[in-house]
């Protein structure tokens, strides 16, 4: 097979993998989505020849940092609008969440966005990606062991921040409030 036809079976093959992926890490910017998919598949063509024959967890890493690329556009243009003068709160417009805003499990995704972005990286590719620890090396660009170390150390911090989340059980009023009785003698 040429390059081009294997860039092709990847593209068919995991665009939607990778759509996903992007989506789920632009969490609500939609717009931005095809844009930073269509740049991962640039970024693959261009680099055709080293596409490896497993290609998603490649094409991970190739979407991480394009992703990394729009994050940081995006807060270049916000600090631009921001000097502009023309963001919702020099407005005096605040939008408030409803309580229909809480989402099951969203105290998980608080707990998760606590996290540095390299934990939460690798606790999302073993999770929402489904990943084995060799896949996630090759998605982050380091060994498997140091994948490996990285992903048990992430899990322990998640861990400590639900812990640290959950609310303080009632301390359990004691009966022996009273004062001790006394022993006549005799």
Not at 73 to 99: E, K, Q
Not at 171 to 186: L, N, R, W
Request: with cysteine; net charge positive.
């Amino acid at each position: 097979m040429s390059n081009d036809e294997i860039f092709a079976a990847a593209y068919r093959e995991h665009y939607w993998a990778v759509s996903r992926y992007v989506a789920r890490r632009l969490d609500g910017r939609a717009g931005d989505v095809e844009e930073v998919v269509a740049e991962v598949f640039t970024v693959a063509w261009r680099r055709r020849a080293d596409l490896p024959a497993a290609a998603l967890p490649w094409l991970y890493g190739v979407a991480r940092n394009c992703l990394a690329n729009a994050v940081r556009g995006h807060g270049r243009r916000r600090r631009l609008v921001d000097r502009l003068g023309n963001d919702h709160t020099a407005h005096g417009r605040h939008i408030a969440a409803g309580p229909e805003a809480d989402t099951p499990g969203g105290w998980v995704h608080e707990a998760l966005a606590r996290l540095s972005a390299a934990d939460q990286e690798v606790l999302r590719l073993t999770a929402w990606e489904q990943l084995g620890i060799d896949e996630v090396a090759v998605a982050l660009g380091c060994g498997s062991r140091a994948a490996s170390m990285r992903l048990h150390r992430a899990r322990s911090r998640l861990r400590a921040e639900i812990d640290r989340m959950r609310p303080e059980a009632p301390i359990a009023e004691h009966s022996c409030m009273t004062a001790p009785k006394e022993h006549g003698h005799g």
